[in-house]
Nanobody, 117 residues
Framework: QVQLVESGGGLVQPGGSLRLSCVAS????????MAWYRQAPGKQRDLVAR???????NYADSVKGRFTISRDNAKNTEYLQMNSLKPEDTAVYYC???????????WGQGTQVTVSS
C-alpha cells in the first residue's frame, strides 16, 4: 500500500505560479501511474494530469500549456508545475497513485490552491 503526502499549495494572484509536490511512501516505479486531480467546492473531483511510468503524460484541456506534470522515480515524488494560474483553478488538489496491475487507487490528503487577487 502506498501513502501519499502533498505539499506546495497556497494563495497566489492570477497569472502567478505554484509547484505542488507529492511524496510516496514506497517505490512507485514502474508499478504505478501517478496523477493530480482537483475538486472545487460543490463540484466533482476531476483529473488534471496523469503521468505513466515511462514519462508519457496527458492533461485536461483546461490546463494544457499551463501545467506540467513530472515524476522523479528515484525520489518517489511527482510534481505539478502550475503557471498562468486563473481563479477557476482554485480547488483542493489531490495526488493519486494507481497500481497498474490491479487498478487500485491511493489518494493523498489534498492541498488547497487559491487563485485570487
Amino acid at each position: 500500500q502506498v501513502q501519499l503526502v502533498e505539499s506546495g499549495g497556497g494563495l497566489v494572484q492570477p497569472g502567478g505560479s505554484l509547484r505542488l509536490s507529492c511524496v510516496a511512501s514506497g517505490s512507485i516505479f514502474p508499478l504505478y501511474e501517478m496523477a493530480w486531480y482537483r475538486q472545487a467546492p460543490g463540484k466533482q473531483r476531476d483529473l488534471v494530469a496523469r503521468t505513466f511510468p515511462f514519462s508519457t503524460t496527458n492533461y485536461a484541456d483546461s490546463v494544457k500549456g499551463r501545467f506540467t506534470i513530472s515524476r522523479d522515480n528515484a525520489k518517489n515524488t511527482e510534481y505539478l508545475q502550475m503557471n498562468s494560474l486563473k481563479p477557476e483553478d482554485t480547488a483542493v488538489y489531490y495526488c493519486n497513485a494507481r497500481k497498474i496491475t490491479t487498478r487500485d487507487d491511493y489518494w493523498g490528503q489534498g492541498t488547497q490552491v487559491t487563485v485570487s487577487s
